[in-house]
């Protein structure tokens, strides 16, 4: 059975930095490209950033470019995502997400595997 378990959500001031880790276990993901979500209360889930399973190529969503970096590491089947600048409109429950292709997608639907979630709090 596939399970994605997400670490490192808290409470952190506006400008402040946080790291969140992935990791994958059930299957090896080393093909796969991996995205994080996130979901504000009352708002649709939203693609924030993914890596390609294939050459690693990385995309962003506008509003976390030049602040979010996400990462990948296939010896240890995690994916991370790196959080800085952070602004209290990122508040939201953010998610790991694998899929079965290699391929990029900003589409929610399109990723097969998710994680439960973890809170990200930035105050203002």
């Known amino acids: 059975q596939v399970h994605l378990v997400e670490s490192g959500g808290g409470l952190v001031q506006a400008g402040g930095s946080l790291g969140l880790s992935c990791a994958a276990s059930?299957?090896?993901?080393?093909?796969?490209?991996m995205g994080w979500f996130r979901q504000a209360p009352g708002k649709e889930r939203e693609f924030v950033a993914a890596i390609s399973g294939n050459n690693w190529r990385t995309y962003y969503a506008d509003s976390v470019k030049g602040r979010f970096t996400i990462s990948r590491d296939n010896a240890k089947n995690t994916a991370s995502l790196q959080m800085n600048s952070l602004k209290s409109e990122d508040t939201a429950v953010y998610y790991c997400?694998?899929?079965?292709?290699?391929?990029?997608?900003?589409?929610?639907?399109?990723?097969?595997?998710w994680g439960q979630g973890t809170q990200v709090t930035v105050s203002s």
């Open positions: 059930g299957r090896t993901f080393s093909s796969s490209a």
């Open positions: 997400a694998a899929r079965d292709g290699s391929g990029y997608s900003p589409l929610p639907r399109a990723y097969d595997y």
